[in-house]
T-cell receptor, first 115, second 112 residues
Framework: GAVVSQHPSRVICKSGTSVKIECRSLDFQATTMFWYRQFPKQSLMLMATSNEGSKATYEQGVEKDKFLINHASLTLSTLTVTSAHPEDSSFYIC???????????FGPGTRLTVL | DQQVKQNSPSLSVQEGRISILNCDYTNSMFDYFLWYKKYPAEGPTFLISISSIKDKNEDGRFTVFLNKSAKHLSLHIVPSQPGDSAVYFCAASQQGAQKLVFGQGTRLTINP
């Protein structure tokens, strides 16, 4: 149980384009989903928290107009990196939790490379 | 301000021996702690957790110990196996706060 999927697993795009990453909870309803990014050899940095049907809460320093998050259903959240630039290249990981559980279950991650 | 710290970036252990990974925290409001294992280019996998009302939780080869007075937790893996080689992250949360705060990770290498 508690499986989270992400799509795509890897994406390469040109600078200035937008990229959408999907995160799905496959066997549970995720009241809350989280988006992280990880730079090489560093820890996971929380970008934003999204609750189903409401606006995402962004961490300090994360541009909400650049990283658009939509949590339209209890099993799907999307992260759109708008007008991507090379410095946005990173490993993006989502996680989800069921109800009010404290444990988060992570997706496999998406490697974004912006040329 | 690093609220969760893993001071050892790497650890090397012989197969079959015990691996001990350590984690310290500074926020006394944290009341739930988790350990995740992560392979390169993959998302973290949940291993084990512990609530602040306990001081030990065991699941198979994995045991987590919590010392609230020292604000310290540790993960014991015994016996260590080659497949345990990965980066291990500890994380902490505060009830009602939703989000997890992660340590920097410790790379564990199990040598045959």
């Amino acid at each position: 149980g508690a499986v989270v999927s992400q799509h795509p697993s890897r994406v390469i795009c040109k600078s200035g384009t937008s990229v959408k990453i999907e995160c799905r909870s496959l066997d549970f309803q995720a009241t809350t989903m989280f988006w992280y990014r990880q730079f090489p050899k560093q820890s996971l940095m929380l970008m934003a928290t999204s609750n189903e049907g409401s606006k995402a809460t962004y961490e300090q320093g994360v541009e909400k107009d650049k990283f658009l998050i939509n949590h339209a259903s209890l099993t799907l959240s999307t992260l759109t990196v708008t007008s991507a630039h090379p410095e946005d290249s990173s490993f993006y990981i989502c996680s989800a939790r069921e109800g009010f559980e404290d444990t988060q279950y992570f997706g496999p991650g998406t490697r974004l490379t912006v040329l | 301000d690093q609220q969760v710290k893993q001071n050892s970036p790497s650890l090397s252990v012989q197969e079959g021996r015990i691996s001990i990974l350590n984690c310290d925290y500074t926020n006394s409001m944290f009341d739930y702690f988790l350990w995740y294992k992560k392979y390169p280019a993959e998302g973290p996998t949940f291993l084990i957790s512990i609530s602040s009302i306990k001081d030990k939780n065991e699941d198979g080869r994995f045991t987590v110990f919590l010392n609230k007075s020292a604000k310290h937790l540790s993960l014991h893996i015994v016996p260590s196996q080659p497949g345990d080689s990965a980066v291990y992250f500890c994380a902490a949360s505060q009830q009602g706060a939703q989000k997890l705060v992660f340590g920097q990770g410790t790379r564990l290498t199990i040598n045959p």
